[in-house]
């Protein structure tokens, strides 16, 4: 079944603690080539029927992402695809 | 007649039974609003208490924003309601666009629970008219996710329209830009606290009496406003 993919990241002039904090960590296991990490989020949706970017996108813009301080990208992934982000 | 204050309950709120007994020392009738009942009863006011609406999922607020008493909230604050979000509260009003801005993660990740003195700046608002501009108030604070952000245009228009309302004295608990910990919208009837102010209103429990205020205010706010 394919699906839309959204990914939601906070826009880069807000601060990520999360991500610091975890860039922080990374020298404890012997990582001292990262100049810094962002988290953010992924959903995946599946439509009853076929995928709708634009529906997508709405519901991203309403609910999934608070675009004060967040972006937002969609994309329709295949289960092929999705396999591959797994593997 | 006896003012009639709402306060909502909704998955996950907290502090639901806190707030509607500050209502009730203020002097005002609680009313007791469901998240899934649209009506608000007739109330002349709402408050939106702290807690983790919905878990907290996805954002915080940003699920109960949905909610069925919510789209009477939203309507019925544009319409002039007096409206005050605590905490949780205060993250609701953000993703209603009520109130400008967002509340993100404390910059120090870690949740802050302390007694914690305020300046009301704005005291023309219907939540902060029984105080004087600049008085110092002490209530708690108890956020894991209290760091107001707004782009600097919105902050600098928020600080010329005096609509911060209170600012964190003695040591900004959570990173809130220019330690922002309460603002209110263009009318001054919806105000955001991060802060507690329903948990200082009894000497037993409390830091101070000083949260009371905000609840009085709204009760001589009803009085002054046009029927």
């Not at chain 2, 205060?90 to 109130?99: K, M, N, P, T």
């Not at chain 2, 108030?137 to 600097?152: Q, R, S, T």
Request: charged share 20%; proline share 7%.
């Amino acid at each position: 079944m394919p699906r839309v993919v959204v990914d939601v990241m906070l826009k880069p002039e807000i601060l990520d603690p999360q991500g610091q904090a975890v860039a922080n960590a990374l020298p404890r296991l012997g990582v001292s080539d990262v100049a810094s990490v962002r988290i953010g989020r992924r959903i995946e949706i599946e439509f009853t029927g076929e995928p709708d970017l634009d529906r997508a996108r709405e519901i991203a813009d309403k609910l999934l992402a608070n675009p004060v301080i967040e972006d937002f990208t969609v994309h329709v992934v295949t289960a092929d695809e999705n396999a591959g982000a797994h593997s | 007649m006896t003012a009639r204050v709402g306060v909502v309950t909704f998955p996950g709120s907290l502090d639901d039974g806190d707030a509607a007994r500050a209502v009730r020392i203020a002097g005002a009738e609680p009313v007791r609003l469901w998240h899934g009942d649209p009506d608000l009863h007739g109330v002349d006011a709402v408050v939106l208490p702290g807690g983790f609406s919905y878990g907290d999922y996805l954002r915080c607020g940003a699920i109960a924003r949905f909610a069925p008493v919510m789209e009477t909230v939203v309507q019925a604050a544009r319409g002039g309601l007096p409206v005050l979000g605590i905490c949780n509260g205060f993250q609701i009003l953000c993703e209603a666009h009520l109130l400008p801005g967002a509340l993100t993660r404390n910059q120090h990740l870690h949740f802050r629970n302390r007694d914690q003195v305020l300046r009301i700046e704005a005291a023309g608002t219907a939540w902060t008219n029984a105080f004087q501009p600049g008085q110092e108030v002490l209530v708690p604070v108890k956020n894991g996710e209290g760091c107001y952000v707004a782009d600097p245009a919105t902050l600098d228009r928020l600080e010329a329209e005096g609509r911060v309302v209170a600012r964190y004295l003695g040591g900004n608990p959570n990173g809130s830009q220019r330690d922002i910990a309460a603002i209110t919208n263009e009318a001054g009837n919806v105000v955001g606290i991060m802060p507690h102010p329903e948990h200082a209103v009894e000497a037993l429990t409390g830091p101070s009496l000083d949260g009371l205020g905000f609840f009085t205010s709204v009760l001589k706010h009803l009085v002054g406003a046009p029927a």
